[in-house]
C-alpha cells in the first residue's frame, strides 16, 4: 500500500538548561558551569523510495533529540542530534500550523521543518565585578513543534492515463522493467506505478472514472500525481463500445480537477487493437481524430505497434537534450 498524503506532529529538541557549578581546582575558584546544549533540529530529506511515507502510517508523533544539560568544570553540554526524515522526491510540505508549504523536488534536497531551541547558560557567563559568584543559570528555551501535511506528488517525464483495464500498465510493463500487476478487471492498479525507459520516468496512474475528481471509484487522490508529468499518453482500449465517450470522461475529469492539467502535450493511443477488427478499428480512429489527431492503435502484442511508441518517447529524450 502507498502512502501518498499523511499527517504528523513534529517537534525539535529542547536546548538543555545551564548548569550551577563552581571550580573545584585549587587556586582558581569561581563559576564553573557550562552552558546546555542546544535542541536537535527536525530536518526532511528527499530520496527515491516512494514508498517512505509508509513509516508514518502508525508513527505520526516524532521529535528530535533535546539537548544535554550543561557540566561541571566549563564543559557544555552536548547538542540534540537532528531527526532526518527521509521522503520521495516530490513530496509537498504543508505546514499546517503556519501556513507555509516548502517542495523538495530533488533527491537529496533537505529543509529544516522544526528548529532545535536553544541551550541556556550555565553561571559562568553571569560572573561579573560585583557578581563573582553567580547561581544564575538559564533553561534551555523549548523546541519547535507543528502539524504538517506530506503530500507527495509523483515527479514523472511521462504519465499514462485512462478509464480502469485500459491497458496501462501492460505498456507500462512492456517499455520498461516495471512488473505492475495486470487484470482484466477495474482497479487492478490500487497506487502508481513506475518505470524507466532509458533516461524518462514513466507513470503507471491508477485508472480514474467518471466523478473521479468528485471522489468515485478511488477518488481524486491520483489526480494530483498527474500534475508534474510533461507529456500524457492517454489509453482508450479498442474494444471499447465508445471511446469517444471514455476519451472524453478521463479529459473532462482532468480538467475539473486543475484546468492546467488539459494543457499538457497528450498522445492518444487506441490500445487492445487485437480485439476488434480491422474495420471496426478503423472506424474508431477516424472518430477519435476528431478529437486528438495524434490516435495511434497498439497493442502489447504487437512489436511494430509498440515501435511507434518507442519512437515518440526517444523523440521526447532527444528533445530534452536540446
Same mark, same amino acid.
Given at each position: 500500500?502507498?502512502?501518498?498524503?499523511?499527517?504528523?506532529?513534529?517537534?525539535?529538541?529542547?536546548?538543555?538548561?545551564?548548569?550551577?557549578?563552581?571550580?573545584?581546582?585549587?587556586?582558581?575558584?569561581?563559576?564553573?558551569?557550562?552552558?546546555?546544549?542546544?535542541?536537535?533540529?527536525?530536518?526532511?530529506?528527499?530520496?527515491?523510495?516512494?514508498? =517512505?511515507?509508509?513509516?508514518?502510517?502508525?508513527?505520526?508523533?516524532?521529535?528530535?533529540?533535546?539537548?544535554?544539560?550543561?557540566?561541571?568544570?566549563?564543559?557544555?553540554?552536548?547538542?540534540?542530534?537532528?531527526?532526518?526524515?527521509?521522503?520521495?522526491?516530490?513530496?509537498?510540505?504543508?505546514?499546517?500550523?503556519?501556513?507555509?508549504?516548502?517542495?523538495?523536488?530533488?533527491?537529496?534536497?533537505?529543509?529544516?521543518?522544526?528548529?532545535?531551541?536553544?541551550?541556556?547558560?550555565?553561571?559562568?557567563?553571569?560572573?561579573?565585578?560585583?557578581?563573582?559568584?553567580?547561581?544564575?543559570?538559564?533553561?534551555?528555551?523549548?523546541?519547535?513543534?507543528?502539524?504538517?501535511?506530506?503530500?507527495?506528488?509523483?515527479?514523472?517525464?511521462?504519465?499514462?492515463?485512462?478509464?480502469?483495464?485500459?491497458?496501462?500498465?501492460?505498456?507500462?510493463?512492456?517499455?520498461?522493467?516495471?512488473?505492475?500487476?495486470?487484470?482484466?478487471?477495474?482497479?487492478?492498479?490500487?497506487?502508481?506505478?513506475?518505470?524507466?525507459?532509458?533516461?524518462?520516468?514513466?507513470?503507471?496512474?491508477?485508472? =480514474?472514472?467518471?466523478?473521479?475528481?468528485?471522489?468515485?471509484?478511488?477518488?481524486?487522490?491520483?489526480?494530483?500525481?498527474?500534475?508534474?508529468?510533461?507529456?500524457?499518453?492517454?489509453?482508450?482500449?479498442?474494444?471499447?463500445?465508445?471511446?469517444?465517450?471514455?476519451?472524453?470522461?478521463?479529459?473532462?475529469?482532468?480538467?475539473?480537477?486543475?484546468?492546467?492539467?488539459?494543457?499538457?502535450?497528450?498522445?492518444?493511443?487506441?490500445?487492445?487493437?487485437?480485439?476488434?477488427?480491422?474495420?471496426?478499428?478503423?472506424?474508431?480512429?477516424?472518430?477519435?481524430?476528431?478529437?486528438?489527431?495524434?490516435?495511434?492503435?497498439?497493442?502489447?502484442?504487437?512489436?511494430?505497434?509498440?515501435?511507434?511508441?518507442?519512437?515518440?518517447?526517444?523523440?521526447?529524450?532527444?528533445?530534452?537534450?536540446?
Amino acid at each position: 500500500m502507498l502512502i501518498d498524503d499523511v499527517v504528523i506532529k513534529a517537534s525539535s529538541g529542547r536546548g538543555g538548561r545551564g548548569a550551577v557549578a563552581f571550580n573545584k581546582n585549587m587556586k582558581s575558584l569561581g563559576p564553573a558551569g557550562g552552558s546546555g546544549g542546544n535542541g536537535g533540529n527536525v530536518v526532511v530529506e528527499a530520496a527515491s523510495d516512494l514508498s =517512505l511515507l509508509n513509516q508514518f502510517r502508525f508513527k505520526k508523533d516524532i521529535s528530535a533529540e533535546s539537548g544535554e544539560p550543561g557540566k561541571p568544570q566549563f564543559n557544555d553540554g552536548h547538542t540534540g542530534a537532528d531527526l532526518i526524515l527521509k521522503v520521495p522526491v516530490g513530496t509537498i510540505i504543508h505546514n499546517m500550523t503556519t501556513g507555509a508549504d516548502y517542495e523538495l523536488v530533488k533527491i537529496g534536497e533537505r529543509i529544516v521543518i522544526a528548529k532545535g531551541g536553544k541551550g541556556g547558560k550555565g553561571n559562568f557567563h553571569f560572573k561579573s565585578s560585583v557578581n563573582t559568584s553567580p547561581t544564575q543559570y538559564q533553561d534551555g528555551t523549548p523546541g519547535e513543534e507543528f502539524m504538517f501535511r506530506l503530500e507527495l506528488k509523483l515527479i514523472a517525464d511521462v504519465g499514462i492515463i485512462g478509464l480502469p483495464s485500459a491497458g496501462k500498465s501492460s505498456l507500462l510493463n512492456e517499455l520498461t522493467n516495471a512488473q505492475s500487476k495486470v487484470g482484466n478487471y477495474p482497479f487492478t492498479t490500487l497506487e502508481p506505478n513506475l518505470g524507466v525507459y532509458y533516461e524518462l520516468i514513466l507513470a503507471d496512474i491508477p485508472g =480514474l472514472i467518471e466523478g473521479s475528481s468528485q471522489g468515485k471509484g478511488l477518488g481524486d487522490r491520483f489526480l494530483r500525481h498527474i500534475e508534474r508529468t510533461e507529456i500524457l499518453f492517454h489509453l482508450v482500449p479498442a474494444d471499447s463500445p465508445d471511446p469517444v465517450h471514455d476519451y472524453t470522461v478521463i479529459r473532462s475529469e482532468l480538467g475539473a480537477h486543475n484546468p492546467a492539467l488539459l494543457t499538457k502535450k497528450e498522445f492518444l493511443f487506441l490500445s487492445k487493437s487485437d480485439m476488434v477488427t480491422e474495420a471496426d478499428l478503423n472506424e474508431k480512429i477516424s472518430l477519435l481524430k476528431k478529437l486528438n489527431p495524434t490516435v495511434v492503435p497498439i497493442s502489447v502484442y504487437n512489436w511494430e505497434s509498440l515501435d511507434g511508441v518507442k519512437r515518440i518517447l526517444n523523440e521526447v529524450i532527444k528533445g530534452k537534450k536540446i
